[in-house]
């Protein structure tokens, strides 16, 4: 058989062989990367109609799925199609996830440091392929920012969520709607981010919950119809322990109570009706501080402050159950 050429090229494929608009199969139309497009590279990706060179040596070091690739290239026959004297492996992915991804491999890259925000697109892509690939550090160092916004321990909770998302992603802010962050550490398994993604979740629309969301760019981003199930499910059990809670919360004067309980029996079934009609709202957030204020006695007030932090604390710890997902234990142990 002979081997593809094309003027300067012909493929080996990586994994399943993508469709014709994904790859143009006419090489004119090929561009190559204008930083990643190395003169003395040993391997090509070619991902979508974007030419890589990067030295395929480097890339086994680092990734399981490439060192495969290189054993493979030591033996390939002489039909497997080439690039500029090099292996053209054509890989699935989108250009751009590719330029991010190898950036992340550079040892010099500044990707992922405390004081260096690295926007969402970089970090979900990184993530993707460092999953796809099996390229463990870089992973762990994906996740490790993710968690730096999204709380795994009710201590990680913080108040000042926007600020937070500047600094950790930058003027870009994180993703549009928590169904993309949902999306993401379901098909990278990334378990112990589930719990908050689907909390967002339905905290923040019933309809995209049951829809999706229209970004800004047009995409519809939805949940599968297992994540969907999941997140109706647990709304309905998140309306429930936010209602027996505010119940218990505001369940009367305390028993130090300076007023002899009149004024504040008032006053707190007072705030529970108010509670109550947001409730009816639809408004879910057993997570959240209570910030309305109570006209009680200080007593009064430190023990509603008091019950309300015992039961967020009690949601937290049973937030992944919520959600049919294991225990906070297990998540957080699950490193794969």
């Not at 014709?20 to 040993?42: F, I, M, Q, T, V």
């Amino acid at each position: 058989m002979t081997p593809k050429t094309y003027s300067t090229s012909s493929a080996m494929t990586l994994k399943s062989e993508p469709d014709a608009e994904s790859h143009p199969s006419d090489p004119s139309k090929w561009k190559r990367h204008p930083e990643l497009y190395l003169s003395d590279g040993s391997v090509v990706l070619l991902a979508g109609n974007t030419l890589f060179r990067v030295y395929l040596q480097w890339l086994a070091r680092k990734s399981e799925v490439f060192a495969n690739l290189s054993s493979f290239e030591k033996v390939q026959p002489n039909d497997a199609d080439t690039y500029d004297g090099c292996p053209l492996v054509r890989v699935s992915d989108a250009p751009k996830d590719v330029e991010y991804f190898l950036t992340g491999l550079d040892a010099c890259s500044d990707y992922f440091f405390p004081d260096s925000p690295t926007p969402w697109a970089p970090t979900a892509a990184i993530l993707q392929l460092s999953t796809k690939y099996m390229v463990s550090r870089l992973r762990e160092r994906a996740i490790h920012h993710l968690c730096r916004l999204y709380p795994t321990s009710f201590d990680d909770m913080n108040p000042h969520h926007k600020d937070l998302a500047d600094e950790v992603f930058g003027l870009d802010g994180g993703p549009e709607h928590p169904i993309i962050l949902v999306n993401l550490a379901r098909s990278c398994n990334v378990s112990k981010l589930l719990p908050w993604a689907y909390y967002s979740v339905v905290r923040w629309s019933f309809k995209d919950m049951v829809l999706g969301h229209k970004c800004h760019d047009g995409t519809l981003v939805q949940l599968s119809d297992q994540d969907r199930t999941i997140c109706l499910l647990g709304f309905d059990t998140l309306m429930g322990i936010q209602h027996k809670n505010m119940k218990e919360i505001f369940s009367g004067p305390c028993a130090r109570c300076t007023d002899k309980g009149e004024k504040c029996s008032s006053a707190i079934e007072d705030a529970f009706r108010r509670a109550l009609e947001e409730h009816g709202t639809g408004l879910i957030a057993p997570l959240g501080p209570l910030r309305r204020k109570v006209l009680a006695c200080e007593r009064c007030k430190e023990n509603i402050s008091r019950l309300d932090e015992e039961k967020r604390k009690e949601v937290w710890q049973n937030l992944p159950k919520a959600f049919g997902l294991p225990p906070w234990g297990e998540l957080l142990e699950d490193t794969e």
